[in-house]
């Protein structure tokens, strides 16, 4: 429980969309803030991470569809005030661009672990 909410880590959002028998292919990619994919092959993997992008293509589809979550959103989100989102940003940025995607993309299965899951858990103290 987070809030008075419960909350999910990525990795359950992971397994959910993994089990979704429309989960085909994920891509994941990281960008400077002028948008230029940070990899081995661009030479540039000292850069500043400044977005996380997910890419997504489910099974039988033809287009990718793009999520992503940058470093501005958390800043005005106030993640950036923690601690622990500073030294992880690249983590954070991954994980909320993840959820996002997920969330979107397979949001029956999501749908279909709260109401068999969430439902039976005990309230909290």
Known sequence: WIKGKIGAFGSLYTA????????GEMVVLYTDEQMN???L????LNADVW???IRIKK?????WKEYFF???EAKTAGLLSNNTYQKCLKSMLYHRAKVRAFSTEYA???LNYQSVHINSLPLPC
Do not use: F, M
């Not at 092959?41 to 540039?44: I, L």
């Not at 099974?59 to 287009?63: I, S």
């Open 16 to 23: 959910l969309a993994q089990r979704h028998p429309q989960y």
């Open 51 to 53: 977005a996380c992008v």
């Open 41 to 44: 092959e661009n030479k540039n």
């Open 108 to 110: 029956s299965a999501w």
């Open 59 to 63: 099974k039988g589809d033809e287009l």
């Open 70 to 72: 940058t470093k501005d």
């Open 37 to 39: 994919v940070i990899s």
